[in-house]
């Protein structure tokens, strides 16, 4: 029996009490489905790999019935299904769009997962089942895309908060943790009734709102917005909804950048992944400056760069396309055709950071590329106050004036070169072991100023002593050091004492 799209998610308030009851009481959560598999089972299913899991379940009780049915796509015999969900029944369930009658029993008609951050209780998470990703209304559910935007959002407490194109609503359930109320946008009927679900299924009082774009909430204004718009370049069409936005490019993620921050409170921040070109002749840092309205501070952090065969290639994987297959391969072709006439040479992947504000902006594009192990959240959040410190301290006289302090676990490190008389130093650089692990390179001035940055003194009187020390003009070490400083203010690796 093949999958029914027809019927989409409704869970009443009262099957949504009763699902809730059997997941917390078979413990049907991120930590009891662990604990069921053991780690090495768990790491396995993190591949794909879903032996293990089924070995791992068999004496697992209702939570074992729970996790082959819902996580591993078995067919599980009616009493079993029965007791699991009770006090919900398997056809109160069917109803609901969660479940289908098959031979042998009931399967998961959705994916049904539950999902948690690092720490803190978590939710349960409605999304499509893999097997119907090649259908245009395809609801992802917490991919890494998602992930990727969750780490990186800032999680100071808010009043307001708009998740614009919310999916499956991942965004909109941390939002809850953090801001006073939450309203989610989506342009796809399919996607709003997976949300509405998931939300019920949570106890979650979040507003939905049906539209394209900015149009649901047209004149107002929010404290936060995060957005994991559709954002992947190419011709314009819309093969899936949840990642083409029918406009050619990255003219979608152009027009949105300039649209957001009128939706903004002042001082309000916006929070988005997003993807633009390189084109050939064109420096990708001005293609993406230019889309910003006035008053706005943005940080712009590219994390990846891929080549037109390589960013074609992941998202026909991500689709679950048989890259063999000549439908699958004249997508490729056109969509490669459409690049070279758009002189397009990679495509960059990064977050977008835009904060409403009165004063002269502050607009920095920069690259990060590789692995990062540590949440970006909290480094937006450092980086806005930062540059608002930096603000306040705009003269030189006045950052001179500051006391400055190497923030904690603040490195310097050391390199030399083999030559014919052994090793040579070859450069040292600061270095943090945090966060995005910025790292710049210094010369033996610079690396004796940041050591006596203690907070005890001033940063002009280190400058004056420096300079006094290595018998230079303090003006010469003033016009190297000021753009330094803020610099180094700006990646969190001096910190105001």
Excluded: K
């Amino acid at each position: 029996m093949g999958l029914d799209r027809g019927v989409l998610p409704h869970l009443s308030p009262a099957a949504a009490d009763a699902l809730r009851t059997a997941f917390s009481r078979s413990r049907y959560t991120t930590d009891g489905v662990r604990e069921l598999l053991g780690n090495s089972a768990h790491a396995a299913l993190g591949r794909g790999e879903v032996e293990p899991a089924h070995r791992a379940t068999r004496d697992g009780g209702e939570l074992g019935v729970l996790v082959r049915l819902l996580l591993l796509g078995a067919v599980e015999p009616d009493a079993a299904v029965a007791s699991a969900l009770a006090p919900l029944t398997p056809a109160d369930a069917a109803a609901a769009g969660l479940l289908r009658a098959v031979e042998g029993g009931w399967a998961a008609a959705l994916d049904l997962r539950p999902y948690a951050e690092e720490e803190g209780s978590g939710w349960w998470v409605l999304s499509d089942l893999d097997a119907g990703r090649h259908e245009r209304d395809h609801v992802t559910g917490v991919g890494g895309a998602s992930l990727t935007l969750a780490a990186a959002t800032d999680r100071t407490p808010v009043g307001t908060l708009l998740d614009l194109g919310t999916g499956c609503g991942v965004q909109a359930l941390h939002a809850t943790r953090h801001a006073g109320a939450v309203t989610a946008t989506d342009v796809a009927p399919r996607a709003l009734a997976m949300a509405a679900a998931t939300f019920a299924l949570n106890g979650l009082d979040v507003e939905l709102r049906d539209g394209p774009w900015l149009e649901p909430v047209a004149g107002r204004r929010f404290d936060r917005i995060v957005s994991n718009p559709p954002f992947v370049p190419g011709p314009a069409r819309v093969d899936y909804v949840y990642r083409d936005s029918g406009r050619a490019g990255d003219d979608a993620l152009a027009a949105l950048v300039a649209d957001l921050p009128a939706h903004l409170e002042p001082g309000g921040v916006a929070q988005l992944l997003g993807s633009w070109l390189h084109v050939r002749g064109e420096d990708w840092p001005d293609r993406v400056r230019s889309w910003l309205p006035p008053g706005v501070d943005a940080w712009i952090v590219q994390r990846e760069v891929a080549d037109p065969a390589m960013h074609v290639g992941t998202w026909q994987r991500d689709a679950g396309l048989d890259l063999t297959a000549p439908a699958t391969r004249a997508q490729a072709g056109a969509w490669l055709d459409w690049m070279d006439a758009e002189r397009v040479e990679a495509i960059g992947f990064g977050h977008l950071v835009l904060r409403r504000t009165d004063e002269p902006p502050v607009v920095v594009v920069e690259d990060l590329l590789g692995e990062v192990t540590d949440p970006l959240g909290p480094e937006v959040a450092s980086w806005l106050r930062g540059v608002d410190w930096l603000r306040a301290h705009g003269s030189d006289d006045a950052l001179l004036g500051a006391r400055l302090a190497l923030a904690p676990g603040v490195v310097l490190e050391s390199w030399a070169e083999p030559g014919d008389d052994g090793w040579t130093a070859a450069g040292t650089a600061v270095a943090r072991p945090d966060g995005p692990r910025w790292r710049h390179e210094v010369d033996e001035p610079a690396a004796a100023l940041l050591a006596g940055c203690r907070g005890a003194l001033p940063l002009g009187e280190l400058v004056e002593l420096l300079a006094f020390a290595h018998d230079r003009p303090a003006g010469e070490l003033v016009a190297a050091t000021v753009p330094a400083v803020r610099e180094l203010v700006r990646h969190g690796l001096l910190v105001p004492a």
